[in-house]
């Protein structure tokens, strides 16, 4: 069962010999909706659109509270937003009335329920780690109007960015989609999921002491990584191998969700396989480069098919949930080489991250919206990421879920309880 609308839209950027690269947003043929199709801009690619968006949502980031606590002027915050979205649209398809106004009738024609707060559209964005297109933070629904002022204005007014309005999937290409995913429960009717953070992480410790009390009843942990456990595996061999256990032995079942709430670095003019992952516990440093997790991840495929080893588990490799957060530096062109290394390299059946680092106990209550959903409500994964951001920003007016990104087909579900799950009161406060 789906919880999105048709007519759906189809976003990438194509490149046609002798003419450059394109924008196109195709509505489905059955809609009769004309595509909305324009040259990119001077022929620039998405690298420089990445450029403005980093800029941008750190602007926006400056401007928020830390703890994420509810604000009373909210000018500043939406003329920053605003203001990024509108230089992410002149950067693309530039400033000329025309253009601008076939794009908004395009989006408000193919999502009539834009702003309606009905049953929301599925936008399916394609691309590779150079043509992603940073689409949840465009405001194509409506590019006009001051700031606002208030908190129901600023709610009102997010409703023009794709992010909020729309479920999101990303297909990474050349990689094609895994369709048809379930998030599987153990014989104790559990969701097996594997744990991996930086302890010095506030967010990180309340995440874990959350999903130990509020979802005891639907999740089995193993972890948290770095833990304690003399011959735990590697990090590349948990990548690998989502059935090994840190004490020794296997699980009867492969993790269905690994959860990083870690650091990662990564630095302009650097090549991707530089970029570095942290994970920090039990008196112990994991500090591992994409390139290095990468030449593991060769090792072990071919001690694998040296010694003739079935590869049950390839087919079962779990949805990877990176919070990238804390003292972390992450940007938003180079922010597509993390879900590379799982979705191209290691065949996971999804991914959900950040475009930039994101502050530590804002992570920590995104990752919260987002389990509730798919874990206590029973939400589809596409819905429950367009929740959890919507969460964020009516509780507190954070719009940095926008920041988050989903790589994973939007039906992913959790597959029915064999008995019946308590539910979590909408009002519960957070923890």
């Known amino acids: 069962m789906t919880e999105y609308a048709r007519p759906a839209v189809r976003a990438q950027v194509v490149e046609y010999v002798g003419r450059g690269l394109f924008l196109e947003f195709h509505a489905t043929a059955e809609s009769g909706i004309p595509p909305f199709i324009h040259p990119l801009r001077n022929g620039a690619n998405i690298a420089a659109a990445r450029e403005i968006l980093d800029e941008g949502l750190r602007r926006v980031k400056e401007e928020l509270p830390t703890p994420p606590t509810s604000m009373s002027d909210f000018s500043r915050v939406s003329e920053r937003l605003l203001t990024m979205g509108r230089m992410l649209i002149y950067g693309l398809i530039g400033a000329q009335p025309r253009s601008v106004e076939e794009l908004g009738r395009f989006w408000r024609s193919a999502v009539p329920t834009w702003q309606l707060g009905g049953v929301p559209a599925l936008v399916q964005c394609l691309g590779d780690k150079a043509s992603m297109l940073p689409l949840e933070l465009l405001p194509v629904f409506q590019m006009g109007g001051a700031p606002a002022s208030s908190r129901s204005e600023f709610v009102a007014q997010c409703d023009a960015f794709v992010g909020f309005s729309c479920i999101v999937s990303r297909t990474l290409l050349p990689t094609a989609p895994r369709l048809g995913v379930t998030l599987r429960r153990n014989g104790e009717g559990k969701v097996p999921i594997r744990y ?206 926008l920041a988050y990104s989903l790589y994973a087909d939007p039906d992913t579900r959790v597959e029915p309880a064999p008995v019946v799950l308590r539910s979590l009161d909408e009002r519960e406060p957070l923890r």
């Open 196 to 401: 991996l953070h930086h302890e010095r992480l506030v967010g990180a410790r309340s995440e874990l002491d959350w999903l130990r009390s509020t979802t005891a009843t639907c999740v089995d942990i193993e972890g948290p990584y770095p833990s304690t456990e003399a011959q735990e595996p590697s990090l590349a061999e948990q990548i690998f191998d989502p059935c090994l256990l840190l004490k020794g032995g296997r699980r009867s079942m492969s993790d269905q969700i690994q959860h990083f709430s870690c650091h990662c670095y990564t630095r302009l003019n650097e090549p991707s396989w530089k970029y570095e992952m942290q994970l920090r516990g039990a008196g112990r440093n994991v500090r591992i480069t994409i390139g290095e997790l990468g030449a593991e991840l060769v090792r072990l495929a071919a001690e694998q098919n040296e010694h003739g080893q079935p590869s049950d588990h390839e087919a079962d490799k779990p949805l990877v949930v990176m919070n990238a957060c804390g003292t972390s530096r992450l940007n938003s062109i180079s922010a597509v080489s993390f879900p590379a290394l799982f979705l191209e390299d290691n065949n996971n059946r999804g991914f959900i991250g950040t475009e930039i680092d994101i502050p530590d106990d804002v992570a920590s209550t995104f990752s919260r919206f987002l389990y509730t959903e798919l874990f206590l409500r029973s939400c589809s994964l596409g819905e429950a990421v367009r929740r959890a951001r919507r969460q964020l920003l009516e509780r507190f007016g954070n719009p940095l879920g």
